[in-house]
């Protein structure tokens, strides 16, 4: 069975330090890979996704950045974080082949930036 | 622009009675439908889908009715169990327009089942 992890589970940065959180998938190949964003009292926003190596989407502007290194590792960065980078971030996985596959979700790990 | 609308941010209703939570969307290009489950603190967990070829579709206690014409479906859920009691998010997807891969949500309703 396929399972995706996230870590780390909760952290706690200062405004301006840098962020780097990992998202990997087990038990499938060639995932598409997605980052959301949950904001307080929001709904999920997408911010990056990947359909292979190498290969990132970004779909709204920010100091964010995702990186895919490997088939199923997906990494979401920031070089200096902003209070208004607080949030849940959940990263999602689907099988390649378009969005009648459903998306499944990691437990996601919540940010706070001091 | 939010294309997919959850106007509800809460519900609540008597365990064993229907709980019926909305969404609408404003984008005709929307083909693909699904339902997720969030309790806090974890990952959404998917529930239901429905194409838009169909009405309908019926899982145990779920059942999701799509109205096209008026740009709406419902997730209905009969009987209502206190376990049931998290957010529940609409999301949809269009294959055309080259965003095959991606879901847009609405905002999401909490849902409260009492005992």
């Known amino acids: 069975s396929q399972t995706i992890h996230q870590w780390p589970a909760t952290l706690v940065q200062p405004v301006g330090s840098p962020l780097s959180l990992e998202c990997t998938v087990e038990?499938?190949?060639?995932?598409?890979l997605y980052w959301y964003r949950q904001a307080a009292g929001r709904g999920l926003q997408l911010l990056f996704y990947?359909?292979?190596?190498?290969?990132i989407s970004s779909e709204v502007p920010q100091n964010l950045s995702a990186s895919r290194p490997q088939d199923r590792q997906f990494i979401l960065s920031s070089k200096k974080l902003l209070l208004s980078d607080s949030g849940f971030y959940l990263c999602?996985?689907?099988?390649?082949?378009?969005?009648?596959?459903?998306?499944?979700f990691g437990p996601g790990t919540r940010l706070t930036v001091l | 622009d939010q294309q997919v609308k959850q106007n509800s941010p809460s519900l609540s209703v008597q365990e064993g009675r229907i709980s019926i939570l909305n969404c609408d969307y404003t984008?005709?290009?929307?083909?693909?439908f699904l339902w997720y489950k969030k309790y806090p603190a974890e990952g959404p967990t998917f529930l239901i889908s429905i194409s838009s070829i169909k009405d309908k579709n019926e899982d145990g206690r779920f059942t999701v009715f799509l109205n096209k014409s008026a740009k709406h479906l419902s997730l209905h859920i009969v009987p209502s169990q206190p376990g049931d009691s998290a957010v529940y998010f609409c999301a949809a997807s269009d294959r055309g327009g080259g965003s095959n891969y991606k879901l847009t949500f609405g905002k999401g309703t909490l849902l409260t089942v009492n005992p």
């Open positions: 999602a996985w689907s099988t390649a082949g378009g969005p009648r596959n459903e998306q499944f």
């Open positions: 038990g499938t190949s060639n995932p598409n």
């Open positions: 984008n005709s290009m929307f083909d693909y």
């Open positions: 990947s359909v292979g190596i190498g290969q």
